[in-house]
């Protein structure tokens, strides 16, 4: 199982010289991935029933970022957790992912879901309504734009180039939609943070198995959580039991207030998590 952390790109640790140095505390160790989260801004009042931290809608573009990172790290891959598809342009965006890929090397992970914030919707003039026929329609899109070059869209023949190096693709949501979403488009499926490892087995077993026929292939599981590394036996324990529930990629997550202490949890994950689980 492979091991990531996030790197927030929103709030006060979203400067240059904060990103800079996470990502090269991450780079100059072994672990596998750095993760960006996605959103275009928080209105001023609204329901917050995602619990979302109020200084996330002081974010920096995680495509943006991205572009950062491949011109700051040498190893380490970096992805969105997940990168909101409607929100962008179709060619839009393969343009954006096909720059990252080519600047990064190939290093680049591409998290996507369909959203869930009314007011980013409203605020963008996209229904809400039509998020999962934009998202299925764009990751189509990315498909073809890595097979060829010359499309025609809006009735226009275009040529798409570079031709999309296309980076590994992991559906984000409730497993009755992401999955099958994943099995057509992707790569894998990127769990919401409260699912359990009984239950991720139970969703594989019942969304994506051999007895499927045509539509089964072995997807990745992207987990994303927080670890109580305060209480190493019990972030341990946590590890082996997704690691066994077949989580292919383990993401931590969490706060931090400096450099020396995001370096200090790079540390932790790269040494005694991973000794723990080989």
């Known amino acids: 199982?492979?091991?990531?952390?996030?790197?927030?790109?929103?709030?006060?640790?979203?400067?240059?010289?904060?990103?800079?140095?996470?990502?090269?505390?991450?780079?100059n160790s072994t672990l596998d991935s750095i993760w960006l989260n996605d959103h275009l801004g928080l209105p001023e009042k609204f329901d917050n029933v995602y619990g979302i931290p109020s200084d996330m809608g002081d974010i920096i573009d995680p495509l943006g970022v991205s572009n950062f990172?491949?011109?700051?790290?040498?190893?380490i891959r970096f992805g969105t957790g997940?990168?909101?598809?409607?929100?962008?342009p179709a060619l839009v965006t393969c343009k954006l992912v096909a720059s990252i890929q080519v600047l990064s090397g190939g290093r680049f992970l591409l998290g996507v879901?369909?959203?869930?914030?009314?007011?980013?919707f409203t605020a963008l003039g996209v229904?809400?309504?039509?998020?999962?026929?934009?998202?299925?329609?764009?990751?189509?899109?990315?498909?073809?734009?890595?097979?060829?070059?010359?499309h025609t869209l809006n009735g226009q023949d275009f040529l798409v180039r570079p031709k999309l190096a296309?980076?590994?693709?992991?559906?984000?949501?409730?497993?009755?939609?992401?999955?099958?979403?994943?099995?057509?488009?992707?790569?894998?499926?990127?769990?919401?943070?409260?699912?359990?490892?009984?239950?991720?087995?139970?969703?594989?077993?019942?969304?994506n198995?051999?007895?499927?026929?045509?539509?089964?292939?072995?997807?990745d599981i992207v987990m994303m959580k927080t670890l109580p590394l305060e209480d190493r036996n019990a972030a341990i324990d946590i590890l082996s039991e997704y690691k066994e529930a077949g989580v292919t990629e383990f993401v931590h997550t969490q706060g931090y207030e400096s450099t020396n202490h995001y370096d200090e949890v790079v540390h932790l994950i790269d040494t005694e998590m991973r000794t723990s689980i080989r």
């Open 113 to 120: 879901g369909p959203g869930y914030l009314a007011e980013e």
């Open 69 to 75: 990172l491949a011109g700051i790290t040498q190893r």
């Open 127 to 150: 229904p809400k309504t039509k998020r999962g026929e934009i998202t299925d329609a764009t990751l189509k899109f990315f498909r073809e734009a890595s097979e060829k070059t010359l």
């Open 166 to 207: 296309l980076p590994p693709i992991y559906v984000g949501g409730k497993a009755e939609i992401a999955i099958p979403r994943a099995l057509k488009y992707g790569n894998g499926w990127q769990p919401a943070a409260g699912e359990t490892p009984a239950a991720l087995k139970t969703a594989m077993e019942t969304w």
């Open 1 to 27: 199982m492979k091991l990531g952390m996030n790197i927030r790109n929103w709030g006060p640790t979203a400067t240059p010289e904060f990103l800079s140095k996470c990502a090269k505390s991450a780079d």
């Open 82 to 88: 997940v990168l909101v598809i409607p929100y962008r």
């Open 209 to 219: 198995n051999p007895d499927r026929g045509e539509s089964f292939k072995k997807l």
